[in-house]
């Protein structure tokens, strides 16, 4: 599936003038954590989720921070896509949601264990995947930090209708776009980070990433993502 194709700016981007260094807060026991590179279960960070509603952007600024740390980009809606033989679109068509997320929740448990053996990635999970409660057990479990990437509701449908190319079967009316962000708005947030994108570039919302969690750049890698 073709996602978010832009290279170097989050769609729908305001003037520079316009841009307001929003930071979101910093805990005490994340700075900590950033300092130490740690994640919350007190291993070293090897992998990061980027979660959020459609239009987050967080295919393009995973690909963007993975460029910056030398870490393999994933997409898990590209793993479900691959496993199933079919898009994401088709699978929503010809078998249903109910089905997608049974789809959605192997491909995780599946990137997991790849993760416990050792692959370094920087992984976008797709719009819902964060919020279904069976995912949540998975993602908690793995102490893996993850990002909720935000921005104003209006602005994240405005991307979306800019991004002709990507399919997605969840982007109905503006009404029914904005009744499920607000409906998964409080799920999103309890990644272990929050960070506004609205008006930002993508690398400036990658850098803000890696700094916020302490993630250091690898120096080689393996098609796995391995550090040898
Ligand atoms: C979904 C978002 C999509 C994709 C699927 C379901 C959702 O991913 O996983 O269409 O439930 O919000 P993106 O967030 O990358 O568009």
Known sequence: MVKSTSENALPNRKKKTDQLPRRSRETAVEKR????GKSAGGTAVRAVFLVGFMGAGKSSVGRALARV???VFEDLDDRIERS???T???IFRDSGEREFRR???HALRQLLDELRGGSVKV???GGGAFVQDDNAVLLHDSAVPSVFLDAPVEELWQRCRQQAGTERPLLKSQEQFRRLYVARKKGYAKASVRIETGGRTIDEVASEIARKLGLKKIGIRTEQ???E
């Open 33 to 36: 954590r950033a300092r130490a």
């Open 69 to 71: 740390l030398n870490w």
């Open 84 to 86: 199933e033989g079919r």
């Open 88 to 90: 994401v679109a088709e």
């Open 103 to 105: 789809a959605e929740y």
């Open 123 to 125: 992984v976008a999970l």
């Open 225 to 227: 993502g391995e550090v």
